[in-house]
């Protein structure tokens, strides 16, 4: 019984935050720098915000391009990757951020998948059946999230460009959120619930 109610809140919880994403602000974006937007600098590198504001927040999601990204400020590192998580499109600026195996991770607040923040592996936790005594150990499923090298440089904090030469199981949900957002997904605009 109490598998039921527990399984009952995980999903009332994840359809709030369905209903928080889906109805929340679409011109508003807490999480961005000040500044309004990414800039391509002369150099190639993307001006994305001060340091000291990124700092501050923790995590903005700027846009390049139309694609999103987050930048977190984690333990006195920047870190930037796509803003939707490989497995489903989850939100990772809304993720928290755990330490696994001493590896910076951000767990997707829908399915809680873990990825590295540093390399963009998704991780799960697994066991050798060959072993005499098979004990659960992290392990890496590969790069699955696309990440942005960071420079900072006199206050500023700038990203590369991505490399659209090799592609990366998260790009799939940063096309599809570019291209229409909730739209992409099949959810009716609020023009279209309305009437």
């Not at 072993?131 to 992290?138: D, N, Q, R, V």
């Not at 739209?183 to 279209?192: D, F, Q, V, Y």
């Amino acid at each position: 019984m109490l598998d039921l109610i527990i399984l009952s809140l995980h999903f009332f919880i994840c359809f709030l935050i369905f209903i928080a994403i889906w109805y929340g602000s679409k011109d508003v974006d807490s999480h961005s720098s000040s500044t309004g937007g990414a800039e391509t600098q002369p150099d190639g590198l993307i001006f994305i915000g001060k340091e000291d504001d990124i700092k501050k927040s923790q995590r903005i999601t700027p846009k390049i391009d139309g694609r999103e990204i987050v930048v977190f400020y984690h333990e006195g590192k920047f870190h930037a990757l796509d803003s939707r998580c490989y497995h489903e499109g989850g939100p990772l600026c809304f993720g928290e951020i755990e330490d696994i195996d001493g590896q910076a991770c951000i767990v997707c607040p829908w399915h809680k998948f873990k990825i590295a923040l540093e390399t963009g592996e998704g991780l799960y936790k697994g066991i050798n059946p060959q072993e005499p005594s098979p004990t659960p150990k992290w392990q890496s499923k590969g790069v699955k999230q696309r990440i942005y090298k960071v420079t900072i440089d006199s206050g500023n904090v700038y990203v590369s460009p991505p490399d659209f030469s090799v592609s990366f199981d998260s790009d799939y949900y940063a096309e599809k959120y570019k291209q229409g957002g909730e739209l992409a997904i099949g959810k009716p605009s609020r023009s279209e619930d309305t009437e």
